[in-house]
């Protein structure tokens, strides 16, 4: 679904983030979207204890870790972790992107099934 997304307006995938420099005039140039997509198992010995505890905990623990790896991509790019735990379990941060990217879609389209 996400290179779908992708392909689909592949000249809009960059998320507009507008950060002003001194001169009020001068916006800097949007940042792409990168992304790295990581899948815990969550019935691993290393992650059922917290995983019976806590929804998504090796999706989230996951997500950190793919955030501090790609932290220095960070000067470059809008980064987002994709976390998904073997039980289907989401990270947040990968729903909130879909979403974003969802919603994106249908501004471009014009079709409301591509947050579906």
């Known amino acids: 679904m996400i290179q779908q997304s992708r392909n689909?307006?592949?000249a809009s995938a960059s998320l507009?983030?507008?950060?002003w420099h001194h001169d009020p005039a001068v916006v800097e140039r949007p940042k792409p979207l990168a992304w790295n997509v990581t899948v815990p198992?969550?019935?691993a010995d290393a992650h059922v204890s917290n995983t019976?505890?806590?929804t998504a905990a090796a999706a989230?623990?996951?997500a950190t870790?793919?955030?501090?790896?790609?932290?220095?991509?960070s000067t470059t790019h809008i980064f987002s972790p994709v976390a998904n735990e073997t039980a289907g379990t989401l990270h947040h941060q990968t729903v909130e992107m879909v979403q974003e990217l969802g919603?994106?879609?249908t501004?471009?389209?014009?079709?409301s099934r591509e947050t579906t």
């Open 16 to 19: 507009h983030t507008h950060r």
């Open 60 to 62: 989230s623990l996951a």
């Open 52 to 54: 019976a505890i806590e």
């Open 65 to 73: 870790n793919k955030t501090n790896k790609c932290s220095q991509q």
């Open 41 to 43: 198992d969550t019935y």
């Open 8 to 10: 689909q307006w592949h």
């Open 103 to 105: 919603r994106r879609a």
């Open 107 to 111: 501004d471009i389209t014009g079709d």
